[in-house]
């Protein structure tokens, strides 16, 4: 099982990108799924997440301004970002909590994708 991420780029304040992360291999069922940063010399946080079901939860920093949302039959995760700020500057992680077909359960990290933003 691997997460693939991909979106990152450099903007300018103001700008919008959009982060994709699409889970392959051995799956039975995906639970939650999620983007997290981590900016320079700071611990890594979680940004937003999405059920299963679909309930969303964000960051403080990021609410009304990011948008969250998957594809269960492309088992990809999207982070829509509006409205970005440099503060937003960071290496974005997508996260996975997935039941592999061995009925292993487990957590699962992409590569992170780095997004920068200019004021």
């Known amino acids: 099982v691997q997460l693939q991420a991909s979106g990152g780029g450099s903007v300018q304040a103001g700008g919008s990108l959009r982060l994709s992360c699409a889970a392959s291999?051995?799956?039975?069922?995906?639970?939650?799924m999620g983007w997290y940063r981590q900016a320079p010399g700071k611990q890594r946080d979680l940004t937003a997440a999405?059920?299963?079901?679909?309930?969303?939860n964000y960051a403080d920093s990021v609410k009304g301004r990011f948008t969250i949302s998957r594809d269960n039959a492309k088992k990809t995760v999207y982070l829509q970002m509006n409205n970005l700020k440099p503060e937003d500057t960071a290496v974005y992680y997508c996260?996975?909590?997935?039941?592999?077909?061995?009925?292993?359960?487990?957590?699962?990290w992409g590569q992170g994708t780095q997004v920068t933003v200019s004021s």
């Open positions: 999405i059920s299963s079901g679909g309930t969303t």
């Open positions: 291999g051995s799956i039975l069922a995906i639970n939650n």
């Open positions: 996260n996975a909590n997935i039941l592999d077909r061995g009925w292993y359960r487990d957590e699962y």
